[in-house]
């Protein structure tokens, strides 16, 4: 099963990100100090956001890879995970988004977070510690979906049993 973003969804972001950096450039000459420092503030979001959303429309390949195998995500920069390294699958659901996200269990997070860039290697701690996993698989803007994708994990590893008080 090979997941990535379809067109319609790429050029849309790289549309909305264009019309947010023109706004911001034009806030920049308006006379209050204020809109001034929130325009200078967005140009800086702006462009960090739309040299992300570049590297992800001219990424070659499917951005996430789900075979016999394993999973590969490219997001998460691991390489491959092999179904035997996963201990086992859950989701959750946070009160922003509309989508669960996929949340990977290993059992050697450790060799696996190694692997990952930085920017996500350093958010890991704090995943933890809140009760996640480092491995995140959001199907927000991937086709075919989140459930098509989540049943078929489930058929290489068994769903997280979670402890209710």
């Excluded at 911001?24 to 040299?51: C, D, H, K, N, Q």
Aim: hydrophobic residues 45%.
């Amino acid at each position: 099963m090979k997941c990535e973003p379809s067109e319609l969804q790429r050029t849309l972001f790289f549309s909305l990100i264009l019309v947010w950096l023109v706004a911001m450039i034009f806030g920049i000459s308006e006379p209050p100090i204020v809109v001034r420092v929130v325009a200078w503030l967005g140009i800086v979001l702006g462009v960090s956001t739309a040299w992300f959303g570049l590297q992800q429309m001219f990424r070659k390949g499917p951005t996430l890879i789900i075979n016999e195998s394993g999973i590969d995500d490219k997001r998460l920069g691991v390489g491959q995970i092999p179904w035997t390294a996963i201990s086992s699958v859950s989701t959750y659901k946070t009160l922003l988004r509309t989508k669960p996200l996929i949340e990977l269990w290993l059992s050697d997070e450790s060799t696996y977070v190694s692997r990952m860039p930085r920017r996500i290697r350093m958010v890991a701690p704090i995943l933890k510690a809140n009760g996640h996993s480092p491995f995140v698989i959001s199907m927000t803007i991937l086709t075919p979906g989140f459930r098509p994708v989540y049943e078929y994990i489930l058929r290489f590893v068994p769903a997280k049993e979670t402890l209710r008080p």
